[in-house]
């Protein structure tokens, strides 16, 4: 089982898209196990435990964190994925070569019998679909810089869907719920997370009286 969670999460993670935002600033970050305690910790702070306002997760440490919530634990030391964020997109480049072997395995289909060198990118989008709901989207994916037809992507990712729950089905988007009136937005270099602004406390309406 973790060994087709991990796959998964790599096909979610380690694939690709179109270029960032020229005009964005951007920063280059890499998946790291740490990272996942580190997110973890922020997304308590501002949506569960709700003691700090707001709060900023790099874009290595989200895509642990993404990793953690497909079940891909535990993250290898070495992974070597690189981890580019904008405004629009979170962009996700490793090798098939540096992909661990039961992943390049599993992705049998999509890799094929590329050479180790060729590049894999893979660009994630965020929109929101409801009061409590955002979804992390997998757009597309290049190998070496040419998109991967979608039809034939549709294919490969419908059938990792139909066997992980945290996935949709159609095995590109992951799910997460935030608080009502909470904010999770990309931004550049990572995401940035905006907890529900605190309760007001009653108001006095009673009339006091003299004397």
Known sequence: MRRHAFSAAVLFLGSSAGPLLAQEPVFTDSIRPVGIVRAS???????????????????????????????????????????????????????????????????????????PETKVEGEIGLDRLGPQVVRFRLLAVRLNDIPVPERFLQEVMAGVGRQYPALTHTGRDLLIQVPLDAELLLAPGGVRLVGPPPARAPSDSGVKGEG
């Open 41 to 115: 910790a922020v997304v308590d702070s501002v949506f569960v435990d709700r003691t700090l306002p707001h709060g900023f997760v790099f874009a290595g440490d989200w895509g642990a964190y993404l990793m953690a919530r497909l079940g891909a634990v535990p993250i290898p030391e070495d992974l070597r994925v690189a981890v580019v964020a904008d405004t629009q997109h979170i962009v996700l480049r490793t090798r098939v070569g540096d992909l661990p072997f039961l992943a390049k395995q599993a992705l049998g289909p999509l890799l094929g019998m590329l050479p």
